[in-house]
């Protein structure tokens, strides 16, 4: 009984520190190009309401800044 109570605590050891292990090393699976991808899927995300939202001379007019005409 004692061997599988010692035999059961290692393991939920070795199992918690694998989990905290994944869960802290998890922000570095990310790199660069996922912050880049998602602060240009906001950046269109916000060029997509502000067209949504414009009355149409206010949508070529912005349309007209962005590409420097």
């Given at each position: 009984?004692?061997?599988?109570?010692?035999?059961?605590?290692?393991?939920?050891v070795?199992?918690?520190?694998?989990?905290?292990?994944?869960?802290?090393?998890?922000?570095?699976?990310?790199?660069?190009?996922?912050?880049?991808?998602?602060?240009?899927?906001?950046?269109?995300?916000?060029?997509?309401?502000?067209?949504?939202?414009?009355?149409?001379?206010?949508?070529?007019?912005?349309?007209?800044?962005?590409?420097g005409?």
């Amino acid at each position: 009984m004692t061997m599988w109570m010692l035999l059961g605590g290692v393991a939920v050891v070795i199992l918690g520190a694998f989990a905290w292990v994944g869960w802290r090393d998890r922000r570095r699976l990310s790199g660069p190009d996922d912050t880049r991808a998602d602060r240009d899927a906001r950046a269109s995300q916000h060029a997509h309401e502000v067209r949504r939202h414009a009355s149409p001379g206010q949508e070529w007019s912005a349309r007209n800044e962005t590409q420097g005409f």
